[in-house]
């Protein structure tokens, strides 16, 4: 029986397999450290938020697989787990509507003022009704910056509401672009200009890195409004609260921040304008159900000497250790 751990449990029946099939350990913590014993043992390791550094990786000589229930696997060093021999399995695509639906709630949250209202009428002011602030989307410009698999499905939505729907994608081909009904940027500043409206969808890389600061919110229209359901690390925090304070930017919803779980301290939550959910956006029951079923099937297959195609790096079936692959 394969030893299989996990940093947390996993959802529905992608959990009750692993329950079944495996020798399985949870740590149920935020830490490797006190569980790296049973790291060394493991077959397989599949975490959710808790990712072991190279030094841990290079004491192992058991482990074969690392599964990733999502598809951020940029923090880790492919080139040195092919050449270790470790697969590391993904699973891209099975939460993009769900990411796309939540960055929609976030547009009309915020356009709509819904969670300040509530806040208010809640605190006696019913007179907030009278605010006129309340912003209707059907011919708006909305723009997006991403257009791989959850950019595009947000694109649909947000056609869907009757906005107009401007895309900045550097691997995006116009006609792409063009056939769901959008309008191709060549330029960020392209895009940026035009907008009242911006989701952001592109991954954490060395060239995405604070993509959006200070130069790039004094671009956008005065009273703007952004969307981060991507990544953290791709916005300048400071640049954004300075944005916000000033009213160059008329609000944000932030699914995601540069350190997760979400510091206490960080003044942007202490700004009214700003709507937070903990990095919850890919993870509806159906998203999940999907998505853990899908990282342990794949997980298992390799450790049973049979291929799968949601890998990040495919070279490691070349490795030694993966002869006997069918």
Known sequence: MYRVMLSYPLFGSGMRRLEQETDLFVTGCGELAPYEAQFLQADAFITRNVHPDKALIAKTTK????????????????????????????????????????????????????????????AGNYAIRNAFDHMELSGARAGIAGFGQIGRETAKLFRGSGMEVWIYDPFAKPEQVQALGCRYCETLDELLENVKILSLHMPSLSTTYHMF??????????????????????????????????????????????????????????????????????????????????????????????????LANPDVLKHPRWTEVL
């Open 213 to 310: 600061s200070a130069k790039e919110f004094a671009r956008m229209p005065k009273g703007s409004y952004l969307i981060n359901c991507a990544r953290g690390s791709v916005v300048d925090e400071t640049a954004l609260y300075e944005a916000l304070e000033s009213g160059q930017l008329a609000g944000a919803g932030l699914d995601v921040m540069e350190h997760e779980p979400f510091d206490v301290g960080n003044p942007l939550l202490r700004l009214s304008n700003v709507i937070f959910t903990p990095h919850v956006a890919g993870v509806t029951a159906q998203a999940s159900e999907r998505t853990h079923a899908l990282v342990v099937d794949s997980t298992l297959s390799l450790l049973k000497g049979k291929a799968v195609s949601n």
């Open 63 to 122: 482990l074969k697989v690392i599964g990733i229930p999502g598809v951020g696997y940029q923090g880790y060093d492919l080139e040195d787990l092919t050449n270790r021999g470790i697969a590391l399995v993904y699973c891209p695509g099975m939460n993009g509507r769900s990411v796309a639906e939540h960055a929609m709630g976030l547009v009309y949250a915020l356009t709509k003022q819904i969670v300040r209202d509530d806040r208010e009428v809640k």
